[in-house]
């Protein structure tokens, strides 16, 4: 990577986080709020990729979020040079990584981030952020294998195949396997986590697209030739777009060709999927963690209390001989859970009403 | 016990219940508050020992209680025939008593009820009344012995000695056991839990009081004799009453007494001590307790929870996972306790401040 090839960053603002309700919500999501330290996570997105000429490599972002989400990326973006691509109806992250891809020059190597997780250690980010955009200059589609720390099982797995200059081949990709089996992976040393970080040369995104989603692919290019823009925001054609049946980059793309590949990052990644996932993240970062194993915000009183997550925007929160447990109250409504609830919390009614 | 010598109910109101905390406020403490049900306990203990002359027994209750609480307690009452003794200090148990002996007749029987206690056999409750009251009247100082139910280190606890009719001497006085002591207690079957009730003949009580506490008998009468009544109201003089050392009845004058008896009294009790104790008494009355093991009281969404009281005067209470846990939600606080935490509940900032 040289000064005139720098990476384009893709920045996708599409989950609505709703397992970390009641903080996170439609109409202010995750990706939004300060959730680790005092700025918020997509603010921490941009500033990974950020940096001057001098820094070398990254271009000025392409942002893709729906039209509700506007106004804040711009507001959190203070204005810093971006693209601002609005997808017209949210169809999961192959059309929107391939919208970004429609709008750069064939050659350009992006790299796509998800907006709403925490990489403690930034460094090695941007070491496999270069590796990766090597590797995708070769025409590999890239995947960031995060080195996996437990055998989680809400995460995709990626196996290491034939070695490549900075990472692998991809051998395999697995779905969220069951408990027994991401045990294996991880003893087995083979298996990395998914992170759903990608590098991409645009021009071979759209080519593979083409060769395995067709129809999508067909739909993306017609909605961005019918696109318009306005100042630095982008508009595709709604219309063509709405027809497009969503999928994911790893279903419509990575799974399919022969040029998979990855790249290790050991990164302290977290999704922060969750609220014992944002827990995990506070205890282990700095900020707001106190010395004991409780990690408190807001007006938080705890006797005899361990490994416990208290968040509060307004009324305190006391509590008495908890152990392993997410006390959140934000916007009047009041959330408990254990870290293996934390997964649930999405199908709560309060998470599902608002 | 006939029409002519009823029963003298006396019901003590000095508790402030902090371990209830946030819902018991010194503001409006334990007593009066709808805690089991849409009636108080005050409400309840008063409800208990009512009834029209036909029922027999009961004249109508004295209250004793701090000047800050009159008022509530007259609304309570709603307009039932009471006489209410303003204790010019809280100095515990004992002088309370001794104030409501001191406005009896010497050949009075009066039963002492504290007002923050639950009891779900009511007839089980007037039987044992009636048994202690005919103990009283041969000038035994007679205690309710509480069958125990699980070996509790909170409580005191009274061994039975020898027979008397419809009850027994006691013959020791035991106060808050260790748990494996408690447990032996439990398992010989000789022992019972002091409930704090009791009764007494009027000058009985004042002659034992004069005989084990002289000072504190000596100004408790004097401060009857100042006194002054104002309509059901009865304000002994608080200057005298100030220099009393304040004690309670069992140190007083129960633990000194040749003449200490018990009626045993299997009647569903608890003194709701505590959020685990609260928990335990909604359990198990129908009011408020869903078919699964959890209580809900206002808005509240459980999924995958056991054992759980979630109460809230607002804002929703939404939970995951958690088990044998109390989260409460009052006045702009919110208190998440275990049930071996309740007992610190007391100890939280929110509660001491307030």
Known sequence: MVKDHPIHPVILCGGSGTRLWPVSRKTLPKPFLPLIGDTTLFEQAIGRISGDASDGGFAAPIVVAGPQYGSVIERQLDGKEHRLIVEPAAKNTAPAIALAAACLDPDDIMLVCPSDHHIADETAFRNAALSAAHLAAQDYLVSFG???????????????????????????????????????????????????????????????????????????????????????????????????????????????????????????????????????????????????????????????????????????????????????????????????GAQLVGKLPGAAEQ
């Open 146 to 340: 995060i080195t996996p720390e437990s055998p989680e099982t809400g995460y995709g797995y990626l196996r290491r195949g034939e070695e490549l200059p900075g990472g692998h081949k991809i051998a395999r990709f697995v779905e969220k396997p069951d408990f027994a089996r991401a045990q294996t992976y991880l003893e087995s040393g083979e298996y990395s986590w998914n992170g759903g970080i990608f590098a991409f040369r645009a021009g071979q995104l759209i080519d593979e697209l083409t060769a395995h989603r067709p129809e999508m692919a067909e739909a993306v290019l017609a909605s961005v030739r019918q696109g318009r823009s306005e100042g630095s925001r982008f508009y595709p054609s709604a219309e063509v777009f709405a027809g497009i049946q969503g999928d994911s980059i790893d279903y419509a793309v990575m799974e399919n060709t022969a040029r998979a590949a990855m790249v290790p990052a050991d990164m302290g990644w977290s999704d922060i999927g969750n609220w014992a996932a944002l827990q995990d993240a506070l205890t282990a970062a700095p900020v707001g963690s106190d010395c004991d194993t409780n990690v408190r915000k807001g007006s938080v009183d705890l006797i005899d209390c361990s490994h416990v997550l208290a968040s509060t925007d307004g009324p305190r929160i006391s509590a008495v001989g908890v152990a392993d447990i997410c006390i959140v109250v934000s916007g009047g409504e009041v959330l408990v859970t254990t870290r293996d």
